[in-house]
Each structure stands twice: as structure tokens, then as C-alpha cells.
């Protein structure tokens, strides 16, 4: 008899206190914590009890093993529903003094769940709509997995909780379409339909049909109650045979048990009082005491959990038969650190950069750095959101995915930039590949909300950028991002790169593939520009965000600081003040974060003790910092027009007279 047929045959222990267990558990973290949201765990608690005794693979001992099913709280204001899962299911970090520290300093248990702070969270939830694009993600590296290493050794499923919050943000419409359009059939989401939100019903804003929307976008849809133990396992064990990604919607009571707050948005987001919380206890029959969950509970919980072990070990064992040797290609993707042959790779080609000094687009650069990556990197996985052409992030070797082929290397993810960006996410959570994808970067601000996560959690997204300033020329404002560098620059632990030629393209493209702790933009320019560097070096100069390009002889009478498209005019405006006696010193500054991470000493180095000028054709953002008081800029102070890009320049006076005048300020105002 299996594991699972024994836990199905025992009657001593009922679904209703197994389910119950998880409410008191979070009654009771939420109370004391006197903040939290105990009215979704309590409604989904039949649901989530069903899915980790029946379903759900897994094994607390090693919450990372790579072949464990993915479980994605969605609606990760309902946290304490995830932690008191893992508290009895036997995660050893999640003790049950962490739960009694829910929202507390230090804990494990924060407010929503965080990936890399919780071990079994698999990814940060609680912007609503980030965790079910995530998901699409995760079962998108699922499928490619699959398709590269077969049913041994990638063999599982991602299960998401959402709620209707989820599905109203315009996030979740990208997600869907993009999974409905790829098949992804190891994806199935528990709707926890309780139409309720924050104001009240759902009905007060939406009258959406939700099961109908997820058919258009061709998934296999059902609905059930919620609270039924039989329609949930009938309904995910008909969802595990389709051929595409499944939609559950459970209707369930916010609150469930709650005989004054069930059903309504006061369960939401607010503890249930010392009083509702007994009364409540009576109604559901739970007689013990706050944190105390009965020990035959407890014990078939734990059962639960160690289930896992068996199927993990038997996982082990095939892996170790199909891939011989210490090294192969799976355990390679999985393997955070680049391979010998890239290094090499990369090498040859910064060495072809500075000898050839190539005049071209950094777009245009940064192809001609996939193209070769992409041979020495097999797990590399590309993509674009419907700009390939333009992004130039389509790799001569790369193979699109299709919903009928999934072995290839590259996603077209249609004009779904958020989309695309979340589901990056959870292609980087999954582990096996390293994502990057395409967009101008005055969309930036449709990926924020997932550029933002990917910050927090600390993972490898790589975001090409291209069109990167009012260099697009013709365009118009609408497309030129002005104030999109500070914007970025301003998120903790994300890399933004503007390189300004060839060598510094590979050289910020290097720099985001060795990140393995922090995603990163690539901010890439649409015009051509000369390759300044004029040999090859074994320091990549891009990682220290900023050096020094030309020195002058005799000491520094002005300091230019530029980025990108602007370095090449501040080398010519350095002529012309050299032709005027005034001894400049250019400095390229391709990477802030990184420039603010070098020792003291390096930067005061490179920024030397005279006044300096910055130029970017951006709005200022943080420039005043790296300036200083006596400093000036030269850039955007408003949106851009329409006009070929050297017209932009002349106009918004973004020329070498212009920062060449500047210098002269700045040094007599020095005198």
C-alpha cells in the first residue's frame, strides 16, 4: 500500500480538523501579532488541506530539491496560511515560536512571504498578480526542463492560491493569455472565489466572468465548493490529466468558522478580537488552548510531510543513473556558475571589440554578444516582448518555444512586458536557466512592479533595454525615457548598466551574467557609437561602474562624468577644452550601483578633487550626488520631441560646446 492510499484509509484523525489546525494556527499568529489577514487562510484551509495531504510533492527535509512540486502563494497577504503549512508539515525553521512571532523583528514569518528569508517559500508574494505571472514562469522552466531532460529527472507541477485580487490586476490577464497561448499544462490555479475584497463585495467593481475569461485564453476551467474535500481532490486530480493549464475556482466563505466576521471584508485584512476568536473555537468544535494543535493533528500532519522523503530519494537515484559522471548537462543548468567555455568566450570577443573598434549601436553590440554567449551558454533562455528586431535579442543559434515544441531557447512573449518580466521571475526561481528578455526602455515602467521583486529576492534577470534616450530620434517623447534611468537607479540591489561602446556592452553583459544575487538592465542605445577603448584588458572596468578614460598630463582642471551615448561627447568636448588650455578628464560611468559599491579611495580616485560636469540625456536623478555642490549637468530637464536624434542633441543642447561651456563655469567658479 502507498503512502498516499495508507494517509487515505485512516479515519482517526477528520479532514475538518486537519483543515482546522491551519485556521487556529492563524487565528490565533494574526491575534497576537494584532495585524494580519486571517480571513483568506481561513476560507482556503479545506482547499490547501487537500492539496498538501493528496497532492502536493514535496519534502520538508529539502526545500529545495529540484524536482519538488511548486507551491506559489499568490495572494500573499494571506501568509500565516503558507507558514502554519510549513510549521506542520515539519519545516524545521518554521518552529512554532516563529509563528508566535508573526510580523515580529528577525522572525521567519514576515507579513507576506519572502523568497530566500522563509525556507518553502518558493517566490515573494504580495503585490497581487506578481505571484500567479511568476508561476507561469516556474512551469514555463518546468515544460523546457522537461523537454531537454525527459520525465526522470523533471516530473512536477506548479500549484498557485489566488484570490480575486489577483485576477483583477491587469498583471494576471498577461500571465494567462501568455500559459493558455504555451500550454503550459502543469499549471494549476486554486481560485479562492470568495468575492470579497478590501471595500467589500467584488461586486462594488467588477462583474468580470472569470471562468469564461480563462476559457478565451484557452484554459481548461471548473468550478467547486470550496469547503467540499471530495470536489477539491476530484477537481485537481482531473486538472493533473489536462492538456492545458488548469483554472479551479473554489467558493469559499472569508473567515470560514467566523460566525460574526465570515463573509464579510471585516475577516479581510484585520485580527478577529479576542472574543470572535473563542466564539469561534465553538463553533468549529476546537477546544484547545492558543497555539496548541492536538498531538494525533500534529502527528498526521507530520506524516504528511515526511511522505515526500521516499519520492525524493527515488528522484536521487534515477539522477544518479541518468547522469553519469559528477558533471552533465542537467546538473550544469542547474548550477548557478558560469562554465569555463563562456569565460573563453567572452574573452575572444572583448578582445575582437577593442582591436576592430567597431562604430555601432550598443543594441547592435549586444547582439553580436548573444550570438556568442548563447553557443557557450546552453541554459541561456532569451526573449522579447514582440521587439525582437528592434531589441536584437534573438540569437542565430537560438530556437523559438513553441506551444508544440518546447525544446528551444527562445520566448516570444508577445506585448506583454509585465508579463514577461514576472515570468522571467519564476524562470530564475525555477532554476536550469538564465533569463533574459527585450523591451524599449521606456516600457521599464510596465515591468517595474517584477524588476522591483526581483531586486528584493536577490535573483539573476537580465533586462535588455534598448531605445535607451531621446537618441531614438522620430519617435517622440512618448518613447525617449528621460526620467526612466533615475527611476531604476533608485531600486535597492538592482544593476543598471549604460554602456557607451562595444567593449563596455560585453564588459555590463559580463556583469549581469556574474550576478547571481541581483537582476539587471541593460540600457542600450539605438545609434551608433565609436568604440573609445583602444585595447583589450583583463579588467573588466564596467564592474567597477566607473573609471577613468582619458587622464590628462599635468593634473585635471575639470572632471567629465558621462554614461552611455554621452562619453563620446564628452571625449570631444575634453578636445576642444584641451585646445582652450583647460585639462579635462573623462570618466565613464556605466553602472552607478557598482561605482557606489568600490572602496572610498577608488572613487575619490576616479572623481579626482576638481569640479566636474555630468552629462546624460536623462533627467538628473542622482548625478548631484557624484558632482557634487560645485558640480554641474548637462542633460534633460523635461520629455523629449520628435525629431532625428542629432537635432534632439543640438536642441536640448546635449553637445560638446555645450559641456565644453560648462567646464569653463565650473573652473572659474572654482578660481
Not at 526545500?63 to 524545521?92: C, I, K, N, Q
Not at 490529466?241 to 488548469?246: F, G, L, M
Request: charged residues 20%.
Amino acid at each position: 500500500m502507498t503512502a498516499l492510499a495508507s494517509l487515505a484509509s485512516r479515519t482517526d484523525v477528520s479532514h475538518a480538523e486537519m483543515a482546522n489546525a491551519i485556521r487556529f494556527l492563524v487565528i490565533d499568529a494574526v491575534e497576537q501579532a494584532k495585524s494580519g489577514h486571517p480571513g483568506m487562510p481561513m476560507g482556503m484551509a479545506d482547499v490547501a488541506t487537500v492539496l498538501f495531504s493528496r497532492f502536493l510533492k514535496f519534502d520538508p527535509a529539502d526545500p529545495a530539491w529540484p524536482d519538488r512540486d511548486r507551491f506559489v502563494l499568490s495572494a500573499g497577504h494571506g501568509s500565516m496560511l503558507l507558514y502554519a503549512l510549513l510549521h506542520l508539515t515539519g519545516y524545521e525553521a518554521m518552529t512554532l515560536d516563529q509563528l508566535k512571532a508573526f510580523r515580529q523583528w528577525g522572525s521567519t514569518t514576515p507579513g507576506h512571504p519572502e523568497y530566500g528569508h522563509t525556507p518553502g517559500v518558493e517566490t515573494t508574494t504580495g503585490p497581487l498578480g506578481q505571484g500567479i505571472a511568476t508561476a507561469v514562469g516556474m512551469a514555463l522552466a518546468e515544460r523546457l526542463m522537461n523537454a531537454r531532460f525527459g520525465d526522470d529527472l523533471v516530473d512536477h507541477f506548479t500549484y498557485v492560491i489566488a484570490g480575486d485580487g489577483c485576477l483583477m490586476e491587469g498583471l494576471s490577464h498577461e500571465a494567462i493569455s501568455l500559459a493558455g497561448h504555451l500550454r503550459l499544462n502543469r499549471l494549476i490555479v486554486l481560485f479562492d472565489d470568495n468575492r470579497i475584497s478590501i471595500d467589500g463585495a467584488t461586486s462594488l467593481s467588477c462583474s468580470d466572468d472569470q471562468a469564461a475569461r480563462f476559457k478565451a485564453s484557452g484554459w481548461n476551467v471548473c468550478s467547486i465548493d470550496g469547503h467540499d474535500p471530495q470536489a477539491i481532490t476530484a477537481a485537481i486530480r482531473q486538472a493533473k490529466t489536462s492538456d492545458r493549464p488548469s483554472l479551479i475556482a473554489c467558493r469559499t466563505v472569508i473567515g470560514f468558522g467566523a460566525p460574526n466576521r465570515q463573509g464579510s471584508e471585516k475577516v479581510h485584512g484585520a485580527p478577529l478580537g479576542a472574543d470572535e476568536a473563542q466564539k469561534t473555537r465553538a463553533a468549529l468544535g476546537w477546544p484547545y488552548p492558543v497555539f496548541e494543535v492536538p498531538d494525533p493533528v500534529l502527528a498526521e500532519w507530520r506524516e504528511i510531510g515526511a511522505r515526500g522523503r521516499d519520492a525524493r530519494r527515488a528522484w536521487i537515484e534515477r539522477s544518479r543513473r541518468t547522469c553519469n559522471g559528477e558533471r552533465s548537462p542537467f546538473h550544469d543548468a542547474l548550477n548557478r556558475k558560469l562554465p569555463c567555455a563562456y569565460a573563453e568566450a567572452m574573452a575572444r570577443l572583448r578582445e575582437r571589440f577593442a582591436t576592430e573598434r567597431p562604430k555601432l549601436a550598443t543594441r547592435q553590440a549586444s547582439q553580436q554578444v548573444i550570438d556568442v554567449i548563447a553557443e557557450a551558454l546552453p541554459n541561456l533562455l532569451g526573449g522579447s516582448a514582440d521587439l525582437t528586431h528592434s531589441n536584437l535579442t534573438l540569437a542565430k543559434t537560438q530556437v523559438p518555444v513553441r506551444p508544440e515544441s518546447l525544446n528551444g531557447s527562445y520566448i516570444h512573449y508577445g506585448i506583454r512586458e509585465h508579463g514577461m518580466a514576472a515570468a522571467m521571475n519564476g524562470i530564475a526561481l525555477h532554476g536550469g536557466f538564465i533569463p533574459y528578455g527585450g523591451t524599449f526602455l521606456t516600457f521599464a515602467d510596465y515591468s517595474r512592479p517584477a524588476i522591483r521583486l526581483a531586486a528584493l529576492m536577490g535573483i539573476r534577470v537580465i533586462h535588455v533595454m534598448t531605445h535607451d534616450s531621446i537618441g531614438l530620434g522620430e519617435d517622440g517623447p512618448t518613447h525617449q525615457p528621460v526620467e526612466h534611468l533615475a527611476a531604476l537607479r533608485a531600486i535597492p540591489n538592482l544593476l543598471v548598466f549604460r554602456p557607451a561602446d562595444a567593449v563596455e556592452t560585453a564588459e555590463a553583459w559580463d556583469c549581469a551574467l556574474k550576478s547571481e544575487t541581483a537582476p539587471s538592465i541593460l540600457c542600450l542605445s539605438r545609434q551608433a557609437l565609436p568604440t573609445f577603448r583602444d585595447g583589450a584588458t583583463q579588467v573588466n572596468q564596467v564592474a567597477l561602474g566607473a573609471y577613468v578614460v582619458i587622464e590628462p598630463e599635468g593634473g585635471r582642471d575639470v572632471t567629465l562624468v558621462a554614461s552611455g551615448s554621452e562619453v563620446s561627447i564628452a571625449l570631444e568636448a575634453a578636445q576642444m577644452l584641451a585646445e582652450d588650455g583647460i585639462r579635462a578628464a573623462v570618466v565613464s560611468a556605466p553602472c552607478f550601483d557598482l561605482f557606489r559599491q568600490q572602496p572610498r579611495n577608488y572613487r575619490a580616485r576616479v572623481l579626482g578633487a576638481a569640479p566636474r560636469v555630468g552629462v546624460e540625456a536623462a533627467v538628473e536623478g542622482e548625478w548631484a550626488r557624484w558632482l557634487g555642490d560645485d558640480g554641474e549637468f548637462i542633460g534633460m530637464t523635461g520629455f523629449g520631441a520628435s525629431a532625428p536624434a542629432e537635432i534632439l542633441y543640438r536642441e536640448f543642447a546635449i553637445t560638446p560646446a555645450a559641456v565644453a561651456a560648462a567646464a569653463k563655469r565650473v573652473t572659474r567658479r572654482s578660481i
